[in-house]
């Protein structure tokens, strides 16, 4: 699997060079970009810059796991548009939009919410890996802990009683906290798995709603690995 990620990768590569000395002269019928108008664009991933673009080869046919279209379901069962109230589902246009904003300024996250054996193979550029299964931990798993710190939740300590009054009744906003938690300025996160019938993401997302995280700071991009490869999009092997 790996290794036919790889050679999409390296597929793509060097016909973007090419076409990239054709847009400059204006000879852009040939390419193939993100979108109207959009050749590509950069993230970075584990600290180095990751060009995100499309395979140019015009032949190049989505083959191995993610060209399937039967598997058993369970557990392979198409998932619907949003896996919770709130959770505001989306494409591949909204995640490049995500990736030139809230992630390259350090507001959101992108998460790779599959096991470390499926992220180990290939994955979208830019991605952080947590698995589905810490979500479905203890609220005072140490993991768990840990991992709200890293998305920017605050832990509240011991809630003053006229604190816990005034946004009892509605004087102050406590859509953002928990008992426990402050999420006001908790980063916006962008979860995804391996496609419309994966149940990895879906699980992770109200995993994180029962910790208290607002619905409204997750969204999910429900094309996950299978359409992303579909579009012959870089992916990147890890190095860890």
């Given at each position: 699997?790996?290794?036919?990620?790889?050679?999409?990768c390296?597929?793509?590569?060097p016909?973007?060079v090419?076409?990239e000395d054709?847009l400059?002269?204006?000879?852009?019928?040939?390419?193939?970009?993100?979108?109207?108008?959009?050749?590509?664009?950069?993230?970075?991933?584990?600290?180095?810059?990751v060009?995100?673009?499309?395979?140019?080869?015009?032949?190049?046919?989505l083959?191995?796991?993610?060209?399937?279209?039967?598997?058993?379901?369970?557990p392979?069962?198409i998932?619907p548009?949003?896996?919770?109230?709130?959770?505001?589902?989306?494409?591949?246009?909204?995640?490049?939009n995500?990736?030139?904003?809230e992630?390259r300024?350090?507001?959101?996250?992108?998460i790779?919410?599959?096991?470390?054996?499926?992220?180990?193979?290939?994955?979208?550029?830019g991605?952080?890996?947590?698995p589905?299964?810490?979500?479905?931990?203890?609220p005072?798993?140490?993991?768990?802990v840990?991992?709200?710190?890293?998305?920017?939740?605050?832990?509240?300590?011991?809630?003053?009683?006229?604190?816990?009054?005034?946004?009892?009744?509605?004087?102050?906003?406590a859509?953002?906290?928990?008992?426990?938690?402050?999420?006001?300025?908790?980063?916006?996160?962008?979860?995804w798995?391996?496609?419309?019938?994966?149940?990895?993401?879906?699980?992770a997302?109200?995993?994180?709603?029962?910790?208290?995280?607002?619905s409204?700071?997750?969204?999910?991009?429900?094309?996950?690995m299978?359409?992303?490869?579909l579009?012959?999009?870089?992916?990147i092997?890890?190095?860890q």
């Amino acid at each position: 699997m790996a290794a036919g990620i790889l050679l999409a990768c390296l597929l793509a590569y060097p016909v973007l060079v090419h076409a990239e000395d054709k847009l400059k002269v204006g000879e852009t019928s040939t390419f193939i970009p993100l979108y109207e108008g959009k050749p590509f664009l950069h993230v970075i991933h584990e600290g180095r810059s990751v060009k995100v673009q499309r395979v140019q080869d015009p032949d190049y046919e989505l083959k191995g796991y993610f060209a399937k279209t039967a598997r058993k379901c369970p557990p392979f069962c198409i998932q619907p548009e949003t896996p919770a109230p709130g959770v505001e589902p989306i494409g591949e246009l909204e995640l490049f939009n995500f990736m030139e904003s809230e992630l390259r300024d350090g507001s959101g996250l992108l998460i790779d919410a599959r096991t470390v054996s499926w992220y180990r193979k290939g994955t979208i550029p830019g991605s952080v890996n947590h698995p589905f299964t810490l979500f479905d931990g203890k609220p005072d798993d140490p993991n768990i802990v840990e991992t709200l710190k890293s998305f920017g939740a605050k832990e509240r300590g011991e809630v003053g009683a006229v604190e816990g009054l005034l946004e009892g009744w509605g004087l102050v906003d406590a859509n953002a906290k928990t008992d426990r938690w402050d999420f006001t300025d908790a980063k916006k996160l962008v979860l995804w798995c391996n496609g419309p019938a994966c149940g990895q993401s879906p699980r992770a997302i109200r995993g994180l709603i029962r910790l208290g995280y607002p619905s409204d700071k997750i969204k999910y991009y429900r094309g996950g690995m299978q359409m992303w490869q579909l579009w012959g999009l870089t992916t990147i092997v890890p190095r860890q």
